[in-house]
């Protein structure tokens, strides 16, 4: 059941107030397909909503935030990596900009000093420091791919999703859910729009996002002409001063919102935040039914865009999609096709086991494991054994992956040991090698290598370890 207010902010715009799911577990923030059905037919694509207060319990926290904030600065502070400088970026907000119109920079690189340190030890307490250090001046943090630092993060985005998969089909872009945070007036990019439809789950503080239709803003001078498009991608308006901005305000439709509800808007409509007081926090998960982009492997074959849910991976002997296996089999036969197929088959395998999201969740780094400890599969998201060309076999769970190349014994042994993974059931590690190694050649695959599978399990939070219920 859903009811509907008639105008939350402004005119014309409706407010969705789904009835609340019953959540099995503290993560879920699935919605039924019942919704999503209605959804599709009356906003997706179509025009902005407020998803009012849709859950009981799950949504992200303030802490979770701060969490995956923090993880994330870690690791760019020891790493320093180009991708992870992309993903996660800080703005600097300047409102005496030309003309009286505000503008930020973005400030690279990043240091101690800008990002959330463990000592800092909650939100609060980072936002107190960073406003002494810069004076007062307004700040925004944007952190893409944040599924991949923060585990029960990617729990939430990934239960949300799946519930969007059961009533739309799997959107194959690559779901990206990104952290927005800082206490900026205005987006720090400006009046934008984006190439994925948008829900923007709002986590701390009132949230007011003007809104355009794709018409308002196509004809403004910087706009390329006869560009059919720009309506699926990325593009930005400039701003020529106050007065312009005033003018495009005045024409502008608005969503407010609170924490734990969600925004949501289309692709094609432009939209920028606008001044609301304190910090914000919020998590912009974008989707976009088309098809994945894999990089690195020469050209891309005509991909689909979209799958049903039940083509997702299921349990240890699902294989690719049809749609998928048919473009692959195009591409011929030779050495160097052979190797590129299997690159190409390896980035689907680990693309749909991690729920077609922009990247997998954070290793468990403690995965070491004893003949005596106790383990359990997932079972919701499946683990999966998947032939590849050359007599390669890939092992992948939650978007990681590992390649062997085993002899048939082996390969069905590993088989089986993936089905009995993805039961769910408790398992004994003695046990489960015993089995395993059970009449097995000599030499066929080592007791350390089982061990090491399954480490790569544990570290892939596909399987993990538990204490067994006393007796």
């Known amino acids: ?14 407010m969705l107030v789904p009835a609340p ?25 179509r025009k902005p909503t407020v998803l009012v207060q849709p859950f009981t319990r799950g949504f992200p926290t303030t802490q979770e935030i701060f969490e995956a904030l923090t993880n ?22 300047h409102e005496d900009g030309p003309d009286g119109v505000a503008y930020h920079s973005l400030l690279f690189p990043l240091t101690r000093q800008h990002v959330p340190l463990p000592e800092d030890g909650s939100a609060e307490a980072y936002l107190e420091r960073l406003n002494r250090w810069l004076g007062g001046k307004r700040f925004g943090i944007v952190l893409n791919r944040a599924q991949s630092y923060h585990w029960r993060h990617w729990q939430q985005m990934r239960s949300f999703l799946e519930g969007m998969y059961a009533g739309l089909g799997v959107p194959l872009y690559g779901a990206d859910p990104a952290i927005f945070f800082g206490n900026y007036r205005y987006t720090p990019f400006g009046i934008h729009k984006d190439d994925m439809h948008v829900f923007l789950f709002i986590v701390e503080g009132k949230k007011v996002i003007s809104l355009w239709p794709f018409e308002e803003l196509a004809s403004r001078e910087e706009m390329p002409r006869n560009d059919p498009t ?3 991608r990325t593009a930005s308006v400039h701003l020529h001063g106050k007065a312009d901005e005033d003018a495009m305000l005045a024409r502008a439709m608005f969503l407010e919102g609170n924490p734990g509800d969600i925004l949501c808007w289309p692709a094609s409509y432009w939209h920028r935040a606008e001044p609301t007081p304190g910090l914000s926090i919020g998590v912009s998960l974008g989707i976009a039914f088309r098809p994945p982009d894999f990089t690195g492997v020469g050209p891309q074959p005509v991909w689909p865009g979209r799958l049903r849910l039940n083509e997702l991976p299921r349990d240890g002997r699902w294989s690719l999609p049809a749609s998928v296996r048919s473009e692959l089999a195009k591409r011929g036969r030779g050495g160097l096709v052979e190797a590129s197929q299997r690159e190409l088959t390896a980035e689907w395998v680990r693309y749909l086991t991690g729920g077609a999201m922009s990247g997998p969740p954070p290793e468990e780094t403690d995965t070491r494991l004893t003949s005596k400890d106790w383990v359990r599969g997932d079972g919701e998201h499946a683990l999966v054994a998947v032939p590849l060309p050359g007599g390669h076999l890939l092992v992948s769970g939650h978007g990681r992956s590992t390649s062997l190349r085993p002899s048939p014994a082996v390969r069905r042994r590993i088989e089986w040991l993936v089905s009995t993974l993805n039961s769910g059931k408790p398992q004994h590690v003695e046990a489960l090698e015993s089995a395993f190694f059970s009449r097995l050649p000599a030499r066929g695959f080592s007791r350390r290598a089982f061990l090491s599978l399954l480490q790569d399990m544990v570290r892939w939070r596909s399987v993990r370890r538990i204490t067994p219920a006393a007796r």
């Open 1 to 14: 059941m859903i009811a509907c207010d008639a105008s939350p902010t402004t005119p014309g715009l409706s």
């Open 21 to 45: 799911p019953s959540q099995a577990a503290d993560t879920s923030l699935t919605l039924p397909r019942s919704f999503w059905r209605n959804f599709a037919k009356e906003h997706l694509d």
């Open 72 to 93: 994330a600065g870690q690791q760019l502070l020891r790493e320093q990596s180009y991708t992870l400088m992309r993903n996660m970026r800080f703005y600097l907000e």
């Open 230 to 232: 720009l309506r699926e």
